[in-house]
């Protein structure tokens, strides 16, 4: 791996022994993704949060209403760190479509291996009844922006092909994701480094990328 692949291949999320209670919200929060790792979402309480990040098992509700608001905020700030990679990833080549499409193929696998159960969280479910407010649907929509960019510019650019950007950004997501779920859920495709996470992504990349080129 070169050394910005060796840089994001390390996104597991940091715990902390102690937590700055000036900004209870955002220690609350960081708490709450430490746990999550270790938990589960179904074993996340607002109680365990409080007693990780060392308050008291009220002070939650002061930022979130009730367990489903704290997954919530949770989720939302996942995808804002996936927001801030795709974006990375689209200025990593700014003349190279498709290299920033592989770029953003790693990124996305990386972040996702190391976080598995913020993964789930994020798309496995269990949040599509919470947002009322909206909030986490554009959360998750800014996230694909990049993607949406890298692709529309590689059509425009005349080195993707395809019949519509939406279709191919669509296709580019399912394949990546997929592979994601499958590393995620199954013994079969089991990447036992880094190194041989970043060769399988970039592989199975490249054939997506052999479907949508412009011929």
């Not at 692949?5 to 700055?20: E, F, G, M, V």
């Not at 689209?90 to 159960?117: K, M, T």
Request: charged share 20%; net charge negative.
């Amino acid at each position: 791996m070169n050394e910005d692949s060796q840089k994001s291949a390390n996104l597991q999320l940091p715990c902390r022994d102690s937590y700055h209670h000036g900004d209870l919200h955002n220690s609350l929060l960081e708490a709450a993704d430490c746990l999550l790792e270790q938990t589960g979402a179904a074993k996340l309480s607002l109680r365990e949060v409080a007693k990780h990040a060392g308050v008291s098992h009220t002070a939650p509700y002061r930022h979130f209403k009730n367990r489903a608001a704290m997954l919530e905020a949770i989720a939302i700030a996942g995808f804002g760190r996936l927001k801030l990679l795709m974006e990375q990833a689209e200025a990593s080549a700014p003349n190279d479509s498709e290299a920033q499409l592989l770029a953003a193929g790693l990124a996305y696998l990386q972040l996702a291996v190391n976080n598995p159960e913020h993964t789930r969280l994020m798309f496995g479910g269990m949040m599509k009844d919470v947002p009322e407010d909206g909030h986490l649907y554009a959360a998750a929509e800014e996230s694909y922006a990049a993607i949406y960019r890298i692709i529309d510019t590689g059509r425009a650019r005349g080195v993707f092909g395809g019949s519509d950007t939406d279709t191919v950004v669509l296709t580019a997501w399912a394949l990546v994701h997929g592979l994601t779920m499958l590393i995620l859920g199954t013994q079969k495709v089991n990447p036992a480094t880094p190194a041989e996470l970043d060769e399988l992504t970039l592989s199975v990349t490249e054939h997506l990328l052999q479907g949508i080129r412009a011929r």
